[in-house]
């Protein structure tokens, strides 16, 4: 497995509100979803780079209310999503579900799993550094298309 980098970030919090303004109006982080209880924020660094804002009314988040319980999530990304939870697996790690693959967007998909310190991360594969500089983007999207589930189907 081959991390590339951070490239996501996931909060539930029961201060929604207040960390809706932070991210979009204090740190000027675009909104790219807005739902109830619900906002996904690109980061620049990344085509499909994100943070995502669950409040405890969000819809379709009873995996999140169930595990995002130690702070917030990060998610690594991977070059091979499906040989990553392998290699995890094989080490003993603990896997929370399956894979998800995006609906909404080709080779997106992620995985959470919980490390050996009791917090949740993520893995995920279909998101591809951008050049701050000039803006363009280091490879291309690759993974397998499917079903997604949860807030925003991401």
Same mark, same amino acid.
């Given at each position: 497995?081959?991390? =590339?980098? #951070? /490239?996501?970030?996931?909060?539930?919090?029961?201060?929604?509100g *207040? @960390?809706?303004?932070?991210? $979009? =109006?204090? #740190? /000027?982080l675009?909104?790219?979803?807005?739902?109830?209880?619900? *906002? @996904?924020?690109?980061?620049? $660094?990344?085509d499909?780079?994100?943070?995502?804002?669950?409040?405890?009314?969000a819809?379709?988040?009873?995996?999140?209310?169930?595990h995002?319980?130690t702070?917030?999530?990060v998610?690594?990304?991977?070059?091979?999503?499906?040989?990553a939870?392998?290699e995890?697996?094989?080490?003993?790690?603990?896997?929370?579900g399956?894979i998800?693959?995006?609906?909404?967007?080709?080779?997106?998909?992620?995985?959470h799993?919980?490390?050996p310190?009791?917090?949740?991360y993520?893995?995920?594969?279909g998101?591809h550094?951008?050049?701050?500089?000039?803006?363009?983007?280091?490879?291309?999207?690759?993974?397998?298309?499917?079903?997604?589930t949860?807030?925003?189907?991401?």
């Open positions: 497995m081959r991390v =590339e980098r #951070l /490239g996501w970030l996931g909060s539930r919090t029961a201060s929604y *207040a @960390m809706e303004r932070f991210l $979009g =109006e204090t #740190l /000027g675009a909104t790219e979803v807005r739902d109830t209880d619900f *906002a @996904m924020f690109a980061l620049p $660094g990344g499909h780079d994100y943070v995502e804002l669950l409040g405890p009314d819809e379709d988040s009873a995996f999140e209310a169930e995002y319980t702070g917030p999530v998610g690594f990304v991977v070059d091979d999503l499906v040989a939870r392998a995890l697996a094989a080490a003993g790690i603990e896997l929370l399956e998800i693959w995006s609906s909404r967007i080709q080779g997106y998909g992620w995985f799993l919980r490390a310190d009791g917090n949740v993520g893995m995920l594969q998101t550094a951008r050049s701050l500089e000039s803006g363009a983007l280091d490879g291309d999207a690759s993974g397998k298309p499917g079903n997604a949860g807030p925003a189907a991401r």
